[in-house]
């Protein structure tokens, strides 16, 4: 299943807009989180959703 990260600043701006594939929601939580480690981007609001549209990682 393809999941997407999208990252944002506080001003509304994307920094980071990414498709990735995992096999559940539970992998893609843990690979969401580690490209948020990657791009230093933990402290930012991200979200990342599933192909049905489910939050697996959020953070304001």
């Known amino acids: 299943m393809v999941y997407k ?5 506080r001003n ?3 920094l980071l807009d990414e498709s990735f594939e995992a096999r559940n929601d539970e ?3 843990e690979q ?3 490209l948020l480690q990657q791009h ?7 979200r990342c959703t599933s192909p049905l549209g489910k ?3 959020f953070h304001v």
Do not use: N, P, R, S
């Open 5 to 9: 990260l999208t990252v944002f600043k």
């Open 55 to 57: 939050l697996v990682l």
């Open 32 to 34: 969401g989180q580690q």
């Open 27 to 29: 992998e893609a939580k």
């Open 40 to 46: 230093d981007y933990e402290e930012y609001t991200h």
């Open 12 to 14: 509304g701006e994307k």
